[in-house]
């Protein structure tokens, strides 16, 4: 299993720009799916981004299409969120995610998580 550590999170206003870190630590990261979600107050935690093992293969919500940017570092073990305009409605915590099952918009599919990061966007 892939263990993971979230970083980069923050508070900035309505149109700057953001990047997320996942720390990945396990053999197995270079080879699987990884995602990141997010989870607003009072909300459900929903799907952000996913990219394939190889980086060939990105997905995005629609809400972020345009703005996010998912990459990794298969060398350093690492997994990135760059957010751009961000936006007040971007506010929640962030998590990171390996290893979807079958599903990978759903983040119950997933083997690993990280404990998440905090962004907070103000208007």
């Known amino acids: 299993q892939v263990q993971l550590v979230e970083s980069g999170g923050g508070s900035v206003k309505a149109g700057d720009s953001l990047r997320l870190s996942c720390a990945a630590s396990?053999?197995?990261?270079?080879?699987?799916?990884m995602g990141w979600f997010r989870q607003a107050p009072g909300k459900e935690r929903e799907f952000v981004a996913v990219?394939?093992?190889?980086?060939?293969?990105?997905y995005y919500a629609d809400s972020v299409k345009g703005r996010f940017t998912i990459s990794r570092d298969n060398a350093k073990n690492m997994l990135y969120l760059q957010m751009s305009s961000l936006r007040p409605e971007d506010t929640g915590v962030y998590y990171c995610?390996?290893?979807?099952?079958?599903?990978?918009?759903?983040?119950?599919?997933?083997?690993?998580w990280g404990q998440g990061t905090q962004v907070t966007v103000s208007s």
């Open positions: 995610a390996a290893d979807p099952d079958s599903d990978w918009r759903q983040w119950a599919d997933y083997a690993s």
């Open positions: 396990g053999r197995t990261f270079s080879t699987v799916t």
């Open positions: 990219i394939s093992w190889g980086s060939k293969v990105t």
